[in-house]
């Protein structure tokens, strides 16, 4: 069964620190994998993602994550928080999807890290 | 853009009520999603939806039920309200997973309270 593991709920970083949050996952094939954003009093955002190709993948606002599956990881990162980062981090995971026109396959998501920014 | 619109940001009921979530994409998506969010918790999965009249259970479906009539509906229903499902519940969709490559899109989301 797959299954993600983001390392501590809370992370506080001085504005321009380099942001570092962490996603370990377990999964029996190459996985899909995924970081989601969430705002105060927002829904889920999509900030990245890895399919297949590069393992270093760029998504919104300066963020980055790179697929290292040596280490079953795929942590988010950012070289210089601003005060506008500071919300909830989602770590997923999922199956590559079936190429046939079947069911969907599901998002396996973590339990969230906090993020603050400290001026 | 893809918008995922939940009928109710904030919701009061009672224990035993019968309590109703309507959630509605515009993107024309085949799965449709109900997930609950606690804190520490992470997001939970309720039920999905991969085509109308089509349900199937996620991880934590007790007590709840789903209606999908049409395409862009996705209802969730907590037929007697307890206390314990006082929560965030999120709506997503998404297209057909091969043409998706997974990427769910979110509605912001009902705050439910159950007194």
């Known amino acids: 069964a797959q299954s993600v593991t983001q390392l501590g709920s809370h992370v506080s970083v001085s504005e321009g620190a380099l942001v570092l949050l962490r996603c370990n996952y377990s999964?029996?094939?190459?996985?899909?994998l995924f970081w989601y954003v969430q705002y105060p009093n927002q829904g889920l955002q999509l900030l990245l993602k890895?399919?297949?190709?590069?393992?270093l993948v760029k998504g919104i606002n300066g963020f980055e994550a790179e697929f290292k599956k040596s280490e079953t990881s795929f942590h988010l990162t950012k070289p210089s928080a601003h005060m506008s980062d500071a919300a909830e981090y989602f770590c997923?995971?999922?199956?590559?999807?079936?190429?046939?026109?079947?069911?969907?396959?599901?998002?396996?998501f973590g339990t969230g890290t906090l993020l603050a920014v400290q001026p | 853009d893809v918008k995922v619109t939940q009928s109710s940001r904030y919701l009061v009921k009672r224990t035993g009520e019968k309590v109703f979530l309507e959630c509605v994409q515009d993107?024309?998506?085949?799965?449709m999603f109900w997930y609950r969010q606690d804190p520490g918790l992470g997001l939970r999965l309720i039920y999905f939806?991969?085509?109308?009249?089509?349900?199937e259970k996620g991880d934590i479906p007790e007590g709840y039920s789903v209606s999908r009539e049409k395409k862009e509906r996705f209802s969730l229903i907590l037929e007697s309200a307890s206390t314990n499902q006082t929560s965030m519940y999120l709506c997503?969709?998404?297209?057909?997973?091969?043409?998706?490559?997974?990427?769910?899109?979110f509605g912001a989301g009902t705050r439910l309270s159950v007194l």
């Open positions: 939806s991969y085509d109308v009249k089509m349900k």
């Open positions: 993107m024309d998506h085949e799965n």
């Open positions: 999964s029996s094939v190459p996985p899909y």
């Open positions: 997923a995971v999922s199956d590559p999807p079936m190429n046939y026109g079947g069911a969907t396959n599901k998002l396996i």
């Open positions: 997503a969709s998404s297209l057909f997973a091969a043409r998706a490559k997974n990427i769910q899109y």
């Open positions: 890895y399919t297949t190709g590069a393992t």
